[in-house]
């Protein structure tokens, strides 16, 4: 029974988590097609709320990954190859994470060096991932 609470609880902060992973570059798509300050202050504030919301589901999506590897057992996790290369992911998922606060962190000084075109290509590129994650995990190819 518990290992389906955990495995539960490892989607849910999962989905939370990129909900915000999805939403945060589009509010810098807004921020900089927007140049009026008051509205760039109201993007910013929604910008760090949102980052600082769903860290900690990030954190709990970690948390139980690693529960669920502890439940599973050594042996599984070294024969399981899909769960490397879904780590590798998520490794690259997380970096992308950080990235987007060094970006929030700019834009917060107003230091906006990108096009909203970036951003909008900033916003897709986490949907591919998350796809490949999903697929490596229900269907286990290798």
Known sequence: MTLLWVK???I???VAWMAGIFYLPRLFVYFAENPEPA???VF???QRRLWFFVAPFALLTLIFGIWLIAIYG???FVASTWLHIKLVLLL???GYYGYLYTIMRDLA???NIRSSRFYRF???APVLVLLAIVILAVVKPF
């Open 74 to 76: 050594m042996d599984w």
């Open 39 to 41: 509205t760039r202050n």
């Open 109 to 111: 000084k107003d230091q």
């Open 12 to 14: 849910f902060f999962m």
């Open 92 to 94: 690259g998922l997380y």
């Open 122 to 124: 900033l916003n897709e």
């Open 8 to 10: 539960a609880l490892h």
């Open 44 to 46: 910013k504030v929604m």
